[in-house]
């Protein structure tokens, strides 16, 4: 079956760029997560929703980042005004349910500010 | 807080040998859910194996197994028969409230 899906792969942006990264997560799942993973470094928490409420974006480094699940699947992170400290891979992941629950994650998406 | 701790940046395993992955975790939580994740060079996070803190036993999937003690609050991770497409990051997860904390990961390289 299909599994989280993410787009770009890969993507290059010059510094003061916005970028839009996109998720989708498997059919049915109703949580959404979004990890931002530095280079050598775990994963970081970003923001998740249940369905299409963002129920916590405390781990969003400012305001430059904004994500969005308007229908409750797919899934949209922003981040405008691109800085190098940007530079990352951006994993999003799914689940059926909330805390417990085995997330599925997606392939990411490495991005490299210039 | 959760807090999880990987000490070993690297490992080295020879094929077909058992190899121990160490995780320890901090949380003031009495109930609790640990997660291995592997993580191979095309970056998807592959889910390996699941212990929650009331589970009477310790977890065990294929080759894989956890060697959770709870009054040390480590859970490591125990790969059995190693093979080389094992070689990669592992990360050791603890849930928090809506999220994934993860350590800062272990890389195994299988020696043929």
């Known amino acids: 079956g299909a599994g989280v899906s993410q787009s770009p792969r890969y993507k290059v942006a010059k510094r003061g760029q916005d970028v839009a990264l996109r998720c989708d997560p498997i059919?049915?799942?109703?949580?959404l997560f979004w990890y931002q993973q530095a280079l050598g470094q775990g994963p970081e928490f970003l923001t998740y929703?249940?369905?299409?409420?963002?129920?916590?974006k405390s781990g969003l480094p400012s305001d430059r980042f904004f994500a969005e699940r308007p229908e409750g699947s797919v899934s949209t992170l922003k981040i405008q005004r691109t800085q190098q400290e940007d530079s990352a891979v951006y994993l999003c992941?799914?689940?059926?349910?909330?805390?417990?629950?085995?997330?599925?994650f997606g392939p990411g998406t490495r991005l490299t500010v210039t | 807080a959760q807090k999880i701790t990987q000490t070993q940046p690297g490992m080295f395993v020879q094929e077909k040998e058992a190899v121990t992955l160490d995780c320890t975790y901090d949380?003031?939580?009495?109930?609790?859910?640990l997660f291995w994740y592997k993580q191979p060079s095309s970056g998807e996070m592959i889910f390996l194996i699941y212990?929650?803190?009331?589970?009477?036993q310790n977890a065990t999937e294929g080759r894989y197994s956890l060697n959770f003690q709870k009054a040390r609050k480590s859970a490591n991770l125990v790969i059995s028969a190693s093979q080389l497409g094992d070689s990669a990051m592992y990360f050791c997860?603890?849930?928090?409230?809506?999220?994934?904390?993860f350590g800062t990961g272990t890389r195994l390289t299988v020696i043929p």
């Open positions: 992941a799914s689940s059926l349910g909330g805390q417990g629950y085995e997330q599925y």
């Open positions: 059919s049915g799942h109703v949580s």
């Open positions: 929703f249940q369905n299409e409420a963002q129920l916590d």
């Open positions: 949380t003031s939580d009495p109930s609790y859910g």
């Open positions: 212990q929650g803190s009331y589970d009477q």
């Open positions: 997860a603890m849930v928090g409230a809506n999220n994934l904390f």
